[in-house]
């Protein structure tokens, strides 16, 4: 049973205790992402880095040491709508754990020589990135996405905003987002509720109670983006990206299941027609990601440089038969029960149940309750699903990148 409550200063918790686990993950999430960097990009992945260098008692090396003498973890990621932080351990351990992540969320130094040295892991990490091109190509296809809007900010910075954000940009930008309006706690497994409750209290109820400045969001109205980016590399790789749906739009489970029978697996329509039967790509997939006010749905394929065309052209004609001719009804059925068997598996983790109760708190304030979802589900027809395929079947709309060996005319492939 999922329950809810707020500590003293206005910090949200919300709680489901599985009484069978021997184990609970608790995760601290800050609605503070790239959507907020108007100023500073890359301040919230920094920050999240800065957590885990030092506080006023432990040491960068004591914080994940103390962790693993528990027999725990210790994590944190920042996405563009939120960074969340988080601690796995073991029932009889948890309390102690979540000292931890108290101190670093309260305590942190912040000392400007460890500043220093994690401005550069950064840099190095966006090298590491930029390195390979399945990760390079989905920030390239993700920006491209959502040009002039809030969402086209890379969560990591570029290489000129890090290097200018100083120790006072940090500071500062904590006080403005890491509040407790802004702050939800999420807690999963096993663990006694009351002293839970007191425990938190006691770690996160300091945070300043004021209120946060509401967020603002801008569409994007560049239309489709081409870019082509050369590298001496053995693949061409291939993204098709357009936007998709919001977490509450009405279609959004019918998008997960257009995109589950287009390119979501080894049985996917994709997968079969471009790799099986006419072998132009070892991999080929299609992904659609909701956010609060937008969403975004990516077809990816990685082919050699001389089948792009030949493979694109497969890809194409999946698409608009989906589109013209709809999906099996045996096909909906396979896809619905995949869909259902993931759910139900994610949902025997604590750390998956943690994650999901956690941001449906920080970003849409309520619980999507599991029972919600598979209703949704079980009552999307064909009809949803062909309708959907005709809604995302013209590709001269898509934007698209490509990372490869020669150059490539997209306007001419596309349209």
């Given at each position: 049973?999922?329950?809810?409550?707020?500590?003293?200063?206005?910090?949200?918790?919300?709680?489901?205790?599985?009484?069978?686990?021997?184990?609970?993950?608790?995760?601290?999430?800050?609605?503070?992402?790239?959507?907020?960097?108007a100023r500073h990009g890359g301040i919230s992945h920094f920050i999240e880095h800065m957590l885990f260098k030092g506080t006023k008692t432990r040491g960068y090396r004591q914080i994940p040491g103390d962790i693993e003498k528990l027999g725990g973890s210790i994590n944190a990621f920042t996405g563009r709508e939120a960074t969340c932080y988080y601690v796995k351990s073991l029932s009889s351990n948890l309390f102690a754990s979540?000292?931890?992540?108290?101190?670093?969320?309260?305590?942190?130094?912040?000392?400007?020589?460890?500043?220093?040295?994690?401005?550069?892991?950064?840099?190095?990490?966006?090298?590491?990135?930029?390195?390979?091109?399945?990760?390079?190509?989905?920030?390239?296809?993700?920006?491209?996405?959502?040009?002039?809007?809030?969402?086209?900010?890379?969560?990591?910075?570029?290489?000129?905003?890090?290097?200018?954000?100083?120790?006072?940009?940090?500071?500062?930008?904590?006080?403005?987002?890491?509040?407790?309006?802004?702050?939800?706690?999420?807690?999963?497994?096993?663990?006694?509720?009351?002293?839970?409750?007191?425990?938190?209290?006691?770690?996160?109820?300091?945070?300043?109670?004021?209120?946060?400045?509401?967020?603002?969001?801008?569409?994007?109205?560049?239309?489709?983006?081409?870019?082509?980016?050369?590298?001496?590399?053995?693949?061409?790789?291939?993204?098709?990206?357009?936007?998709?749906?919001?977490?509450?739009?009405?279609?959004?489970?019918?998008?997960?299941?257009?995109?589950?029978?287009?390119?979501?697996?080894?049985?996917?329509?994709?997968?079969?027609?471009?790799?099986?039967?006419?072998?132009?790509?070892?991999?080929?997939?299609?992904?659609?990601?909701?956010?609060?006010?937008?969403?975004?749905?990516?077809?990816?394929?990685?082919?050699?440089?001389?089948?792009?065309?030949?493979?694109?052209?497969?890809?194409?004609?999946?698409?608009?038969?989906?589109?013209?001719?709809?999906?099996?009804?045996?096909?909906?059925?396979?896809?619905?029960?995949?869909?259902?068997?993931?759910?139900?598996?994610?949902?025997?983790?604590?750390?998956?149940?943690?994650?999901?109760?956690?941001?449906?708190?920080?970003?849409?304030?309520?619980?999507?309750?599991?029972?919600?979802?598979?209703?949704?589900?079980?009552?999307?027809?064909?009809?949803?699903?062909?309708?959907?395929?005709?809604?995302?079947?013209?590709?001269?709309?898509?934007?698209?990148?490509?990372?490869?060996?020669?150059?490539?005319?997209?306007?001419?492939?596309?349209?």
């Amino acid at each position: 049973m999922i329950k809810q409550y707020k500590l003293s200063n206005g910090v949200v918790v919300v709680t489901e205790n599985l009484p069978h686990n021997a184990s609970a993950t608790v995760g601290i999430f800050v609605r503070a992402g790239s959507v907020d960097e108007a100023r500073h990009g890359g301040i919230s992945h920094f920050i999240e880095h800065m957590l885990f260098k030092g506080t006023k008692t432990r040491g960068y090396r004591q914080i994940p040491g103390d962790i693993e003498k528990l027999g725990g973890s210790i994590n944190a990621f920042t996405g563009r709508e939120a960074t969340c932080y988080y601690v796995k351990s073991l029932s009889s351990n948890l309390f102690a754990s979540i000292d931890v992540l108290s101190d670093i969320m309260t305590n942190s130094l912040f000392d400007q020589a460890e500043i220093d040295k994690e401005r550069q892991v950064i840099i190095e990490e966006m090298k590491m990135v930029e390195d390979v091109p399945d990760d390079w190509g989905s920030d390239l296809i993700t920006e491209s996405i959502f040009r002039g809007s809030e969402l086209e900010r890379r969560v990591i910075g570029t290489r000129d905003s890090v290097s200018a954000i100083t120790r006072d940009d940090m500071l500062g930008y904590m006080a403005e987002r890491y509040t407790a309006d802004s702050i939800v706690i999420s807690c999963s497994g096993m663990f006694d509720e009351e002293a839970l409750r007191e425990k938190l209290e006691a770690g996160f109820g300091a945070f300043a109670s004021v209120v946060t400045a509401p967020r603002s969001y801008t569409p994007g109205s560049a239309g489709p983006q081409r870019e082509c980016t050369i590298r001496e590399i053995e693949q061409t790789h291939l993204f098709l990206g357009t936007n998709g749906l919001k977490f509450l739009d009405d279609d959004v489970y019918a998008l997960n299941l257009y995109s589950a029978i287009l390119g979501g697996g080894m049985s996917s329509r994709l997968f079969t027609a471009v790799r099986e039967e006419k072998g132009l790509a070892y991999s080929v997939y299609s992904a659609d990601a909701p956010y609060v006010e937008d969403g975004q749905f990516v077809i990816y394929a990685g082919v050699a440089h001389d089948k792009l065309t030949a493979a694109l052209g497969a890809m194409k004609d999946v698409i608009v038969k989906l589109a013209e001719d709809g999906v099996h009804e045996e096909e909906l059925s396979r896809v619905k029960e995949q869909y259902k068997g993931g759910f139900v598996f994610r949902g025997e983790s604590n750390s998956s149940r943690m994650f999901t109760i956690g941001r449906n708190m920080i970003l849409l304030d309520r619980i999507i309750t599991d029972e919600e979802i598979l209703a949704k589900i079980d009552s999307i027809t064909g009809e949803d699903v062909r309708r959907i395929a005709a809604r995302f079947a013209d590709l001269s709309k898509y934007s698209a990148v490509v990372i490869g060996g020669q150059p490539v005319d997209l306007d001419r492939l596309l349209g």
